[in-house]
């Protein structure tokens, strides 16, 4: 299995661009995540998705943060604009399963620069 | 709101030696823990795991304690090696998450090992 594949891996981009980090989970899992990690925050998790919808977003910082599953096999998390205090590691994690143990398996993450 | 956090940030260790590395809960309705790795450059990788119906569960090397009257959870790593050096993370699943897997990470404690 390829497990998560996240793209990309690095991206640099100015204050005020659109960024858009893309997942492809792990062929069969249901379930989507999509976390944050910083230095001083930790990782934090943004939104998830069951089936491909949207079940807590709770965790997105504001309205600049968007996510879409569109099908099973993709997902985005898009910043409009983005602003230096975005700047982070994205890791995307996907699950077999609802309502079970189990580990999440973890992308290698994006790590956004922002200037 | 639900934490979960960590004693040490730091703790090195000699190789061979035995590691523990210690995770504070805050949340008594969490029902699932779990310890995850993460080496530089590379998304959290699954350790081991434990229901909150256990007190203790034993992996390769690995071993979790679990003390809920604390709210305290371990992680022990039996002769260290130098490839176990990396960020540990503990975290917690509440209840309330619906069975999502909605998995609440602590800050992190890196562990160093020394030859």
Same mark, same amino acid.
């Given at each position: 299995d390829a497990g998560v594949i996240q793209s990309p891996r &690095?991206?640099?981009?100015?204050? /005020?661009?659109e960024v858009t980090l893309?997942?492809?989970?792990?062929? /069969? &899992?249901?379930?989507?995540?999509?976390y944050r990690q910083t230095m001083m925050r930790g990782l934090e998790l943004l939104i998830y998705f069951n089936n491909n919808v949207p079940i807590d977003d709770s965790g997105m910082p504001e309205d600049r943060f968007s996510a879409k599953m569109p099908n099973a096999s993709f997902s985005t998390l898009k910043i409009q604009p983005s602003e230096p205090r975005d700047s982070a590691v994205y890791f995307c994690a996907s699950r077999r399963g609802q309502g079970q143990d189990g580990e999440l398996f973890f992308g290698e993450g994006s790590r956004l620069t922002v200037l | 709101g639900e934490s979960v956090g960590l004693h040490l940030p730091t703790l090195s260790v000699q190789e061979g030696d035995n590691s523990i590395i210690n995770c504070a809960y805050s949340n008594s309705a969490s029902d699932y823990f779990i310890w995850y790795k993460q080496e530089s450059g590379k998304g959290p990788q699954f350790i081991i795991d434990i229901r909150s119906n256990m007190d203790k569960r034993q992996g390769q090397r690995? @071993? #979790?304690?679990?003390?809920? @009257?604390?709210?305290?959870?371990?992680?022990?790593?039996? *002769?260290?090696?130098?490839?176990?050096? *990396? #960020?540990?993370?503990? *975290?917690d699943r509440p209840i309330f998450s619906g069975g999502y897997n909605k998995l609440i990470f602590g800050a992190g404690t890196r562990l160093a090992v020394h030859p």
């Open positions: &690095h991206e640099v981009t100015e204050m /005020g661009q893309r997942c492809k989970p792990i062929s /069969g &899992h249901n379930s989507l995540f999509w | 690995v @071993t #979790v304690l679990l003390n809920k @009257t604390v709210k305290h959870l371990s992680l022990q790593i039996a *002769a260290t090696q130098p490839g176990d050096s *990396a #960020v540990y993370f503990c *975290a």
